[in-house]
């Protein structure tokens, strides 16, 4: 039971991508509930925070981002969006997504990967 995330890819600098993660049909029930984040990890780096989104739709950012991404959520398709504009070579990492704080970690997927090129 994984969270899979998707769209990722090659795009130059000052591009834009959309990347998406579905939750498991099991948890269905209760995923409206959840403050969901989007997570991304460089070669080398630790895995870091970088958007999140509550259940009633309030949304934050690292600073790193702030401006450029957008965090979005469709609770009936169980699933969170991250659009990203005006890329950056520092942005490549593979990107995925989970829970956040205080709700308990779902099981990580293989994310997707995102590169860009400068």
């Known amino acids: 039971v994984q969270l899979q995330a998707s769209g990722g890819g090659l795009v130059q600098a000052g591009g834009s991508m959309k990347v998406s993660c579905r939750a498991p049909?099991?948890?269905?029930?209760?995923?409206?509930?959840?403050?969901m984040g989007w997570y991304r990890q460089a070669p080398g780096k630790q895995r870091e925070l970088v958007a999140t989104?509550?259940?009633?739709?309030?949304?934050n950012y690292a600073d790193s981002v702030k401006g450029r991404f957008t965090i979005s959520r469709d609770n009936g398709k169980r699933t969170v969006y991250l659009q990203m504009n005006s890329l950056r070579p520092e942005d490549t990492a593979v990107h995925y997504c989970?829970?956040?704080?205080?709700?308990?970690?779902?099981?990580w997927g293989q994310g997707t990967q995102v590169t860009v090129s400068s």
């Open positions: 989970n829970t956040v704080l205080p709700f308990q970690s779902l099981s």
């Open positions: 049909r099991s948890i269905f029930s209760v995923y409206s509930a959840y403050n």
């Open positions: 989104i509550t259940s009633s739709g309030s949304t």
